[in-house]
Structures are given as structure tokens and as C-alpha cells.
């Protein structure tokens, strides 16, 4: 069975290592992932942390048209997580790479390991001011409000082009 293409976006984070090339290196590898093609990626910001104390992060989203489920999607994230070193440890701590899986089309998905929209995405300025870059007119399924204008509501003061 052939399934239909979803428009997707992801968010990317980084603060170990060389973040720019972690970065490059995931785009590559999910572009040559087969279901997966990349659409547009925005410019990579430098964002101050939230949460414990640790480096500045670089923050950055992409739109991907995809035709793998979301819950595949997901497998997809996490495996490229590890290629790059991912390790948990600390909750909210430093990390090499860090995929978000943000929106698929306008799916509502409750489920115990992945929940779309990103249940934190409307208060993270490092999420929605590169987000609103490459997708301002997507309207968030659940405040049924477009990008541009959830941004509107938070302050973006730790949020800096690269
Ligand atoms: N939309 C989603 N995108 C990515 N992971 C999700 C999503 N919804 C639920 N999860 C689950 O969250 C788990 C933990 O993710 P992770 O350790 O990257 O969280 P975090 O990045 O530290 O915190 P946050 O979720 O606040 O960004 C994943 O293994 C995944 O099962
Ligand atoms: N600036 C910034 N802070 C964070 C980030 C992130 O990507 N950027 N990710 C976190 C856990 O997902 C916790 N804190």
C-alpha cells in the first residue's frame, strides 16, 4: 500500500560537540532515509538553556514531507539520536542531538510515547521563532492558532541568529 505524503516539522537541539556538523549530519541522514525528504530548514539559532545550568544550545526546525507513520517517524528520530551519541542522563541536561517531532498535518496524537503537537512547543521561543522562519502560517491543532502569532506570546530576548 502506497500512503499518502504528511507535511511534518521537527525542531533540532544541540549543546555537546560540534553542534553545526551533528546538525548537517542528521539532515543528511534523515534525506537519505527512505519515506523521508526534507522541504525547508531554517537558520540555526543560538538559544540560552532551559533548565539545569549547561552550555548555550543551538536550535534550529526543519519540514520534512514524509510517508512513514508517525509513530515510525519517531523510530526514526531516536535512532539518529543515537547515531549521533545521544545519551540521557539529566532530565532537561546537555545533549549532542535532540529531535522533536513537532506537527503531522494536523494530527492530535495522545499516545504514551509520543505526543503530537509537542505538548512544550507553544512556550519554547528556541522551538517557534525558528519554526515561524519556515512554516508561520501552520496552525497548531490544539490553540488552533498559526505559528507567527503563538510567537507573539513569549519572549524571545535568549534567542539569537547563529
Ligand atoms: N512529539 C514528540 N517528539 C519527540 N519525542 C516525544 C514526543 N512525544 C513524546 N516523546 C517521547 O519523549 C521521550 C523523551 O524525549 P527526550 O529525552 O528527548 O525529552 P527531552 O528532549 O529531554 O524533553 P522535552 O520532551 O521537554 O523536549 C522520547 O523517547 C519519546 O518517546
Ligand atoms: N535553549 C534550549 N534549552 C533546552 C533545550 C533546547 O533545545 N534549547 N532542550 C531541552 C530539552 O528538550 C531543555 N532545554
Request: proline share 6%; hydrophobic share 45%; glycine share 4%.
Amino acid at each position: 500500500m502506497v500512503q499518502t505524503a504528511a507535511r511534518t516539522a521537527i525542531a533540532l537541539g544541540s549543546n555537546i560537540g560540534n553542534s553545526l556538523a551533528i546538525f548537517t549530519g542528521a539532515l543528511e541522514t534523515l534525506a537519505q532515509t527512505s519515506g523521508i525528504s526534507i522541504q525547508a530548514q531554517s537558520h540555526w539559532y543560538r538559544t540560552k538553556a532551559i533548565g539545569p545550568t549547561q552550555p548555550d544550545y543551538l536550535n534550529g526546525c526543519a519540514i520534512l514531507s514524509v510517508q512513514i507513520s508517525p509513530q515510525a517517524l519517531l523510530a526514526q528520530l531516536l535512532t539518529i539520536e543515537q547515531k549521533f551519541g545521544r545519551v540521557r542522563q539529566e532530565h532537561w541536561g546537555p545533549r549532542t542531538l535532540d529531535l522533536d517531532l513537532l506537527l503531522y498535518d494536523d494530527l492530535i496524537l495522545q499516545q504514551p510515547n509520543l505526543q503530537i503537537p509537542h505538548p512544550r512547543m507553544a512556550e519554547r521561543a528556541f522551538v517557534l521563532v525558528p519554526l515561524a522562519e519556515i512554516a508561520p502560517d501552520w496552525i497548531d491543532p490544539i490553540s488552533q492558532r498559526v505559528i507567527q502569532d503563538l510567537l507573539l506570546e513569549i519572549n524571545t530576548n535568549d534567542v539569537h541568529l547563529f
